[in-house]
């Protein structure tokens, strides 16, 4: 089935990469802040990839609905999306009474518009798959080789350390791959911003490089206490890896005043900190 994406604004580099037929569409706002879109490629048959990322969901998610309705109307035979981060997967349990369960919410919301979902490292803790919440097609994939190829090029002697049991996943894969040691933390989350960690004792790595692995990070709470922690046993030179950075508020400069070697995400979220290109692997899973 030819293939035809249609990218959200804040994507283009991303698309780029990818080396698809570019559909084209238009998306703005009427003075009262409803959204305008429309479909300016023609589309028939096509498998119609869309390509949004939804962070920041909530004034992504109508024209999203919009557009992925409208080209289904128009006669595509296929809707994709590829939301390279999936938002609303955190929020997986009622952690008190009377919560909204957005991770389910959503999926009920988005499924009935699209045929397939791609996505990254989605946030799965309590939910094992998506296809426990949406009702498609579903891939999740995973930048842990991306990341085992990174610290492979740019770290000698890498400590792979995992700040919550939740990371487990991916730094037992990247640890493996790279041949290196790994180490998982364990977390309290208090708050949004208020995470209590514990660490063993890794004195005896002196002399490793110690590389954080991580799906997301948001406030940079978790990397920053876990940064502390490392460095107060003597280990320095401290790299964050993450495939999402989602950098809340001022995140970023904080993270970075924290004093860690350097900061790398995936390109799934469009950042400065971007090292780490997803665009092969996505066009790998639309074959
Ligand atoms: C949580 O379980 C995730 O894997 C991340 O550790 C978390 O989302 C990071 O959040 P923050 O940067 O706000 O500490």
New binding site residues.
């Given amino acids: 089935m030819p293939q035809l994406i249609f990218t959200f604004p804040d994507q283009a580099a991303l698309a780029a990469n990818m080396h698809l037929s570019i559909g084209q569409w238009e998306w703005r706002q009427f003075p009262d802040g409803e959204s305008y879109v429309r479909v300016l490629s023609e589309v028939r048959s096509e498998e119609a990839i869309i390509l949004c990322s939804l962070n920041n969901p909530d004034p992504k998610t109508m024209p999203l609905l919009f557009l992925a309705r409208t080209l289904k109307e128009m006669g595509a035979g296929k809707i994709t999306l590829v939301a390279p981060y999936l938002g609303y997967m ?1 929020q997986d349990k009622r952690f008190h009474d009377g919560e909204a369960v957005t991770s389910d919410i959503f999926a009920s919301i988005l499924s009935p518009f699209i045929d397939a979902l791609i996505t990254i490292d989605p ?1 799965l ?1 309590r939910h094992h798959a998506l296809e426990e919440i949406y009702r498609c097609e579903c891939k999740a994939l995973s930048a842990a080789s991306l990341m085992a190829e990174w610290i492979k090029t740019n770290r000698s002697k890498a400590l792979i350390i995992g ?2 049991m ?2 487990e996943q991916w730094v037992s894969q990247v640890a493996q791959t790279v041949d290196s040691p790994y180490v998982i933390l364990e977390k309290i989350r208090h708050g ?2 208020n ?1 209590e960690i514990t660490i063993p004792d890794v004195a005896k790595y002196q002399g490793y490089q110690p590389v954080l692995v ?10 920053i206490k876990a940064a502390g922690l490392l460095r107060q046993q003597g280990l320095a030179d401290i790299t964050c890896l993450a495939t999402h950075g989602l950098f ?1 508020a001022d ?1 970023y400069s904080q993270l970075q005043k924290a004093g860690v070697k350097a900061i790398v995400t995936a390109n799934t979220i469009p950042h400065e900190s971007n090292g780490l290109d997803v665009a092969a692997m996505v066009v790998g899973a639309l074959c």
Avoid: Y
């Fill in positions: 955190r946030h803790h700040p919550d939740e990371s949004d911003r995470v991580d799906d997301i990070i948001s406030t940079a709470g978790t990397m809340a995140a």
